[in-house]
């Protein structure tokens, strides 16, 4: 019986090569200036906003320093 699993050392098909297109990994993480700064919150602000930040994978406290930013461009325009 012959063994039809090919080896996957050696490519199936024609092989394209690609070039990297990517960005190094210091540029996927843009460095904005930011200031630390201590707020207070209601609670339901938070719980909400740590709900959606934990249904998309993200942090909380991201989605609010960029629902800050998005209100303060609006207010600019």
Aim: net charge positive; no cysteine; charged share 25%.
């Amino acid at each position: 019986m012959k063994n039809t699993t090919p080896d996957p050392a050696y490519p199936i098909g024609d092989v394209t090569i690609v070039t990297d297109f990517l960005p190094p990994p210091e540029q996927l993480v843009p460095k904005k200036n930011t200031v630390r700064i201590t707020m207070e919150f209601t609670k339901e602000s938070i719980d909400f906003f740590k709900r959606e930040a934990q249904h998309h994978n993200a942090s909380y406290q991201a989605m609010i320093r960029n629902l800050v930013d998005f209100y303060v461009k609006q207010q600019q325009k």
